[in-house]
């Protein structure tokens, strides 16, 4: 699967995701799962080839943080923002989609990433403007986020779209009716910034994202419900859609997506499992995700508490998000990346045996 010299490229990873989505094809007799893929494979490849100029000449460049390693600052003035191009198709086909089939749960899909799309648009501009890589601070992004997460998991949940019976193995459910609105925020907005934090090494993001939206819509066509396939396909899409746009983004990139395209994926990700109940699934699979979330988390708070105790704050890690921790222990980072993949690889995989098994 990895080949000779054991390294997973770009190439690679595009077409072991494309065969086992022709394999899905044939296992659920349903040839737009393939054809999706590749369809906003081609929409993301085309306007992120030729959207890169124009985001030259409307000057949108990176500013690199001042904290991160030192080698990143090479990357200084690369394109960015370049999440527009995986977000405005998935936002049009959601638009297209919920007209055609009158349906309430796609628009309100819709409102929610279009929602987050805002606010990581906002948060890159203002980091351009600013000539810093800050742009909203800490609470204007997390009020914003909030708003939106309540706004869409309240209509949803009084629209009878949420199912608080979450669906751990075919057979076994867990009764959540009473916290039910609490896990769907914490996944929304915690999955939202978790792809944020993962987006630090060229192709990281967009690739493991690939990958996720892959297994997820795999998870859905197997649960077997008629009125969830449309949220398996549109997930096959956006695998399709951050693939085309891992062509300019992987090691040495040519564009990053920004807060505009992680920011949206995450929500993407979490607002999906919400209305389809896969909750479970998603935490298996979103694995590289959370650990990078949780490298922040675990650093921040040891160094609060060690700071408490010894008057002076400790670190578990060298820098995090973990990714920069291996980066400063001498890791390549296209080592670093593709390692990342791999896992990822492996726990969709785990994900979905898991779900057929058990």
Same mark, same amino acid.
């Given at each position: ?18 065969? @086992?989505?022709?394999? &899905? ?6 040839? !737009? %799962? =393939?054809?999706? *893929? $590749?369809?906003?494979? /081609? #929409? ?28 990143? @600052?090479?990357?200084? &003035? ?6 527009? !191009? %995986? =977000?405005?198709? *998935? $936002?049009?086909?959601? /638009? #297209? ?32 403007? &600013? ?12 009020? $914003? ?51 944020? $934090? ?128 291996f980066e400063l222990k001498g890791v390549k980072e296209e080592k670093i990346v593709e390692n990342f993949w791999k896992l990822n690889i492996l726990l ?11």
């Amino acid at each position: 699967m990895i080949g000779k010299t054991k390294t997973l490229n770009f190439s690679i990873l595009f077409f072991l995701i494309l065969f @086992s989505l022709t394999v &899905n094809s044939f296992i659920f007799s349903n040839l !737009f %799962i =393939v054809n999706i *893929f $590749l369809i906003f494979f /081609l #929409i993301s490849l085309f306007f992120t080839k030729f959207g890169i100029k124009k985001i030259k000449e409307l000057n949108l460049l990176q500013n690199i943080r001042k904290e991160g390693p030192l080698i990143h @600052s090479s990357k200084t &003035n690369t394109p960015t923002m370049g999440g527009i !191009f %995986i =977000v405005l198709p *998935f $936002l049009l086909l959601l /638009l #297209i989609l919920s007209k055609k089939f009158d349906s309430i749960e796609l628009f309100l899909l819709f409102i929610c990433n279009l929602g987050f799309f805002i606010i990581g648009f906002l948060d890159d501009y203002l980091s351009i403007t &600013n000539k810093k890589n800050t742009g909203l601070t800490v609470n204007e992004k997390f009020l $914003l986020q909030a708003l939106i997460s309540i706004l869409f998991i309240v209509l949803a949940f009084q629209g009878s779209y949420i199912n608080p019976l979450i669906d751990i193995f075919n057979n076994w459910n867990i009764n959540t009716y009473a916290i039910i609105i609490p896990i769907c925020f914490i996944t929304l907005i915690g999955l939202s910034n978790a792809v944020n $934090l993962t987006d630090g090494l060229d192709g990281l993001a967009a690739g493991c994202s690939s990958i996720v939206f892959y297994g997820l819509g795999t998870e859905i066509f197997i649960k077997g419900q008629k009125e969830l396939i449309i949220y398996g396909l549109i997930s096959f899409a956006m695998s399709g859609l951050c693939m085309g746009f891992l062509k300019f983004n992987k090691y040495p990139a040519k564009i990053f997506m920004g807060d505009t395209g992680s920011l949206t994926i995450g929500a993407t990700l979490g607002s999906i499992s919400i209305l389809t109940n896969s909750f479970f699934t998603l935490f298996i699979i979103s694995g590289v995700f959370i650990i990078e979330a949780l490298s922040v988390i675990i650093q921040v708070g040891f160094f609060k508490i060690s700071k408490r105790i010894y008057k002076s704050g400790k670190k578990v890690f060298l820098m995090t998000p973990i990714h920069h921790h291996f980066e400063l222990k001498g890791v390549k980072e296209e080592k670093i990346v593709e390692n990342f993949w791999k896992l990822n690889i492996l726990l969709v995989f785990l994900g979905i045996v898991l779900k057929i098994k058990l």
